[in-house]
């Protein structure tokens, strides 16, 4: 890639802010403040900022409950009984999938073993789980977990992608011809959209394909690629997909999660699952009777009744979604996390290397730096002056620019004072 659509200086920052056409969203988000200024927020890989609108949704529901009370199920202005298929539409337009596919339910990890009981189905000859090497710790819990629930040993089940000695990301051909060699053992393929350590995006497609030409199930999590690469579930195929919504779509902390059936499982009735009242036939649900009848698609797999406050912060972040659109938003991002990337190498200091592919189908908003030395003293000082990522153990700097409510000037300020903080220590 020729650099030469990027300049070094500040100017160019405010120019390309200026030219933005998505820069009016920027307020509306709370920018966290330091010494009457904005801090230049690259977290929102991690928490996502507040929408400013949140508060009224909220409020809604709050003085509804207040004059209603258990009539607000029915007699709130947006009732609460089918309160998260306010969501539906737009969670299926952010992930392109149909609406039957989509719900917001429980979170993360929970929806995560809840895929698993119904589409981990080990036997003797075809029990394996592969994931990436440096999965999130909380996959790995899970993913192992339910290997030891059904009878085997996460030592011949579990089996990770590892990148090549001396590489920092696994090469998708590497993906593919471990599915081709070993395919026939894998029960299921699970992999982060976007991995969280080093920012690697997988070719989503690419996996599904060779994964389902060897039988195995596929899913993914998206933790870190919902609202942030432009996703096409129904078209890519993959069996189910799983996503928190507090990172890059600013769902608030802990807020509900989302998963994705695929349509072909829509009526697989007799998928073993773990069944609560929520996943209940609509029709049916309140005559309380003791036979589970499970409502077709991603619907089925509903728990519990979610908690609507915390639904009503996200209905307000997914409408800014929905009239911003992931297209243009994915086009911003591919370019400020470009700009980023020439920034850092035009500074070219040592102390530091970037992990993250440098290809933009290779990876979202995020670029993973590593820090030779001394890293977390200086990511610490960094958020004392208002500069903020994330530091992973043991030598990683994790930034992502998000183009919501991320600017050229916060991706300028950045890397001046990252530049300026690491070189006394190198
Ligand atoms: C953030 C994240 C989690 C967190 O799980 P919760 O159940 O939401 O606490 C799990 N997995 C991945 C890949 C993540 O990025």
Partial sequence: MSNSVFQPGENFAAAMDDRDPLKRYR??????????????????????????????????ELEDWARLGVEGHFRASNPWMPYHRLLTEQTAEL?????IEVVVMNSLTINLHLMMVSFYRPTATRHKIVVERG???????????????????????????????????????????????????????????????????????RITRAGHAQGCVVGFDLAHAAGNLLLK???????FAVWCSYKYL???????????????????????????????????????????????????????????????????????????????????????????EFLLREKAAPGFSIITPHEKDRRGAQLSIRLHQNGRALCQRLAEEGIFGDWREPDTFRVAPVPLYNSYQDVFRFVRRFIAAIGPNT
């Avoid at 990301?169 to 080093?198: K, M, P």
């Fill in 27 to 60: 307020e509306r988000f709370f920018i966290p403040q330091i010494a009457g200024g904005d801090c230049a927020y690259l977290c929102g890989h991690s928490l996502g900022l507040q929408p400013k609108t949140a508060a009224g949704y909220v409020e809604q």
């Fill in 95 to 99: 992930v392109a999938a149909k609406p």
């Fill in 135 to 205: 999965a999130f710790p909380s996959d790995q819990y899970a993913v192992q977990s339910q290997i030891r629930f059904h009878g085997f040993d996460p030592a011949t089940s579990f089996i990770e992608l590892t990148p090549r000695p001396g590489e920092s990301c696994v090469r998708d051909e590497d993906i593919e011809s471990l599915i081709e060699h070993a395919g026939e053992e894998v029960a299921l393929i699970l992999l982060g959209g976007v991995n969280y350590a080093t920012g690697q995006a997988f070719d989503m497609a």
């Fill in 233 to 239: 579930l129904h078209e890519w195929g993959p069996d």
């Fill in 250 to 340: 600013n769902g608030g902390p802990g807020c509900v999660a989302g998963c994705f059936v695929h349509e072909r499982h829509a009526r697989a009735f007799d998928l073993p699952r773990f069944a609560g009242w929520w996943g209940h036939d609509e029709e049916s649900r309140f005559e309380m009777g003791p036979d589970f009848r499970a409502m077709r698609g991603a619907d089925g797999w509903q728990l519990s009744n979610p908690s609507i406050v915390s639904l009503a912060v996200l209905r307000a972040s997914m409408d800014i979604f929905h009239e911003a659109g992931m297209e243009r938003l994915r086009a911003k991002s591919v370019s400020l996390t470009g700009y980023l």
